[in-house]
């Protein structure tokens, strides 16, 4: 079953057999190559764990079903199946745009697997909520990134998550249309592991408000602005992430 789970969401491991654990989950339009220059500056004393979304990078293509996958909570129970699979607890979960919002809601359910959480980018809402939340789109830019998707499976990678893949078309635009879409708002307050969100202070995709927005809601959490960071820090500005993860990295 373990090897099954890790087959399906193409784990890879680096670095020491034993130790903290820091485990590297992907946004949308990623997939865990994304995190190569991070990755490996961490597996130089940390074990590091990287895996794929079912329906990113080299995961099962096969195990995706649009039941499973429905909504964000499939994605979770990937996270949580890949943390069973390898018997981790206490884990530190970096995690990019959506996929640290997945992990936040993991959390949520199983809040003995993680001892924190760092948010990179992170979004609970990407719609616009007039007047008290700026989440950076209206209805109307989302449904027209949306038909884009269904029209031409390269171009939208050039608006909505340049510098990456975009894996199977289809899955993607799924996928998408549960980012784009979901509203996690609620869940920020309920969040018990420590976390620290690291905001770009140019990225246009999240808006600096949204992480002043989740550092207000989300009790005992730290915010760190990266100034010339844009929404993918770890890829444009590997040193500066590297430097701010380790800055909030919890000591045990």
């Known amino acids: 079953m373990a090897q099954d789970i890790c087959r399906r969401n193409n784990v890879t ?96 359910r199983r809040p003995d697997v993680f001892a924190q959480l760092v948010l990179v980018e992170p979004s609970p809402r990407y719609l616009n909520d007039r ?44 996928f998408a249309e549960r980012v784009l879409l979901a509203d996690h708002r609620a869940e920020l307050c309920k969040v018990q592991v420590p976390s620290v969100i690291l905001q770009g202070g140019r990225d246009v995709l999240t808006p600096p408000d949204v992480g002043h927005y989740m550092h207000e809601h989300m009790p005992g959490s730290a915010l760190q602005v990266l100034p010339e960071a844009g929404h993918c820090p770890h890829l444009s500005h590997p040193d500066d992430t590297i430097t701010a993860i380790r800055d909030h990295l919890l000591v045990h």
């Not at 961490?42 to 990287?50: I, K, Q, T």
């Open 13 to 108: 491991m680096q670095g020491a057999s034993s130790g903290r654990t820091v485990l590297f989950a992907h946004g949308f339009g990623n997939d865990q190559h994304s995190w190569r220059h991070v990755a490996q500056d961490f597996a130089r004393d940390h074990r590091v764990v990287l895996f794929d979304y079912v329906g990113c990078g080299h995961s099962d293509l096969q195990a995706w079903t649009p039941e499973r996958y429905h909504t964000l909570a499939g994605y979770v129970q990937d996270l949580l199946d890949v943390c069973d699979a390898l018997a981790l607890s206490r884990v530190t979960l970096v995690g990019h745009a959506i996929g640290g919002v997945i992990g936040l809601l993991a959390s949520l």
């Open 131 to 174: 007047p008290g939340y700026h989440g950076g789109f209206e209805r109307e830019d989302i449904a027209g990134l949306l038909n884009l998707m269904e029209r031409n499976a390269g171009a939208w990678a050039e608006t909505l998550a340049p510098r990456v893949g975009t894996g199977d078309p289809a899955i993607c635009r799924h």
